[in-house]
């Protein structure tokens, strides 16, 4: 089931309506994933039946981007103001502390998520934010470059190039390790995401301010896993190595032979890495129950 939240933001200059948009199927204890920056919540569909026979399942479109219309321009691109957001949005839907699981600008939200307490785990794949500042401005110029592609080429050479594994290769070569893997309507989709979305440009500005990592000290009781694609050319795997220092209580994971997005090389790997990291984690204290 498709559907749109419409949640009441408090800004500075009084409430705001933000709508957010989001996928849900499935049954259990409540799975919130969160995708990267330019892409939308189809970037978990290669997992989603997997992971919706055990749990209730609830991709979202993040503000500016797939389905979910941009900010209102007094609500920053932030990791605070976001992950903000996405607590009114779990509010909303009546989600107390669901599981989180985020792909790289998503996995620095679910951290984000996490500090504020807002999930009982989190599971990031390939989470921005554990770089050194060469390799952030190398990942910023290769998203940029990558949204300028999307921009400068007709719709019509989207489609004829997405139908050969080549085409689909010199699309999305850069975020997935088998690209050719990928349906050439998914590729047309995501493509189409990147080139429109509206909150692309405030959330890479936001990255360049200094949006931190977390640290041990922001997740002391939240279950964090951290997992990386061993062939990610985005954010290389030595970047999950950092993570897991600057987090030590984390589980760090390899995924062989996986991209910065891995969730299309390899779902049934990603898949087991989600349900495992939520089924560990300690259930939800209802709210009644808390001190």
Not at 167 to 181: M, Q, S
Request: glycine share 10%; charged share 20%.
């Amino acid at each position: 089931m498709s559907a749109t939240a419409f949640l009441s933001i408090d800004t500075p200059h009084g409430p705001e309506t933000v709508s957010v948009a989001y996928h849900r199927e499935g049954a259990g204890e409540p799975l919130l994933l969160l995708h990267g920056i330019g892409h939308h919540w189809q970037a978990w569909e290669p997992v989603l039946r997997i992971l919706a026979a055990e749990r209730d399942v609830i991709a979202v479109d993040l503000p500016g981007f797939g389905e979910s219309p941009a900010l209102p321009a007094a609500v920053p691109y932030g990791l605070p103001e976001v992950s903000a957001v996405l607590g009114a949005f779990c509010a909303e839907l009546g989600l107390d502390r669901p599981h989180v699981a985020g792909n790289s600008l998503g996995g620095m939200l679910s951290l984000e998520m996490a500090r504020r307490k807002l999930v009982r785990s989190a599971t990031v794949l390939s989470p921005g934010g554990f770089w050194t500042p060469g390799e952030r401005r190398y990942a910023f110029a290769t998203l940029l470059a990558m949204r300028h592609g999307a921009r400068l080429l007709p719709v019509p050479v989207i489609e004829r190039l997405s139908r050969t594994a080549a085409g689909r290769t010199a699309l999305t070569g850069t975020i997935y390790a088998r690209p050719w893997r990928r349906s050439p309507e998914a590729v047309v989709g995501e493509t189409l995401a990147l080139r429109n979305a509206t909150g692309f440009d405030l959330t890479l500005a936001a990255g360049r301010e200094g949006a931190g990592a977390a640290t041990a000290e922001d997740v002391p009781d939240v279950p964090v896993t951290v997992a990386w694609g061993e062939r990610d050319r985005l954010l290389p795997r030595r970047q999950g190595v950092r993570a897991k220092h600057v987090v030590p209580s984390a589980r760090l994971i390899r995924l062989p032979g996986c991209g910065h997005v891995p969730m299309n090389d390899d779902p049934a790997l990603v898949a087991r890495v989600l349900l495992d990291a939520t089924a560990a984690a300690p259930l939800a204290i209802p709210a009644g129950e808390r001190a």
